[in-house]
């Protein structure tokens, strides 16, 4: 096939997600300075989040002292800041050639407003559709954590109680759902997907992320 344009390839669309307290931050960083080591252009943004309109509305639904947020409401809010930020930053980046990670996508409303909040997969998925036009990440890492395991990590990083934000200060039995969620996600699309258990060191995490993302290269 000719390519008589110049336009240049597209980026590759590198989502993560895990539950709270998986350390997806450390590695999302640690992915980006991998990337662009290797001499690839790296946006990396994250979710909710990422634009203006977006950054304004994650502090509406993470933030305490909106009053009551019903579990639809939750879900329209995290999707209406995923329309933005497709619209106005991930497919323009990944149009332009540079690769875009992104802390957390799609999958965490599947697993906390669909299965979390009990809202279901397939009601999540259809307006999660509509806002993102159908773009859907080339490649999903879940750092794979329990409940408790997360609980433990948010507190020692200095995360307690008063500190948790809306959905971090649910009960464990809620990110128990999350984290169910998000392997039985795996399970259905493994091509997909890279499931890295995120007790392990920062080391070897970081290692298994490259390995992966260097086969997809
Ligand atoms: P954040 O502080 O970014 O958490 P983390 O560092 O763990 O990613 O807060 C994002 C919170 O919002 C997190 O608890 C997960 C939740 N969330 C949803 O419930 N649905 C979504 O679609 C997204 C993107 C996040």
Not at 154 to 175: C, I, K, N, S, Y
Not at 185 to 211: F, M, N
Request: hydrophobic content about 45%; proline content about 3%.
């Amino acid at each position: 096939m000719s390519n008589k344009s110049s336009a240049p390839a597209r980026g590759l669309f590198i989502a993560f997600e895990g539950g709270d307290g998986a350390g997806k931050s450390t590695q999302v960083a640690m992915a980006q300075q991998w990337l662009e080591a290797r001499g690839s252009q790296v946006v990396t943004t994250r979710e909710p989040g990422g634009t203006q309109i977006s950054e304004a509305l994650r502090s509406l639904v993470l933030e305490h002292g909106h009053g009551e947020i019903d579990s639809r409401t939750e879900a329209l809010i995290y999707s209406a800041a995923r329309a933005a930020h497709v619209q106005q930053l991930i497919a323009p980046a990944l149009n332009a050639g540079s690769h875009v990670i992104c802390d957390r996508f799609v999958d965490s409303s599947l697993a906390y407003q669909g299965m979390g909040r009990a809202l279901g997969f397939d009601a999540v998925a259809q307006i999660n559709d509509f806002a993102t036009d159908g773009l859907k990440p080339d490649v999903t890492i879940i750092l794979d954590i329990s409940a408790a395991d997360g609980r433990a990590r948010r507190v020692a990083a200095g995360g307690g109680v008063e500190a948790a934000d809306r959905l971090e200060a649910e009960p464990d039995d809620f990110h128990e759902r999350i984290r169910n969620a998000f392997l039985e996600l795996a399970a259905g699309d493994p091509e997909r997907y890279l499931v890295v258990d995120a007790t392990l060191s920062v080391a070897e995490i970081h290692a298994a992320i490259t390995t992966y993302l260097a086969g997809l290269l």
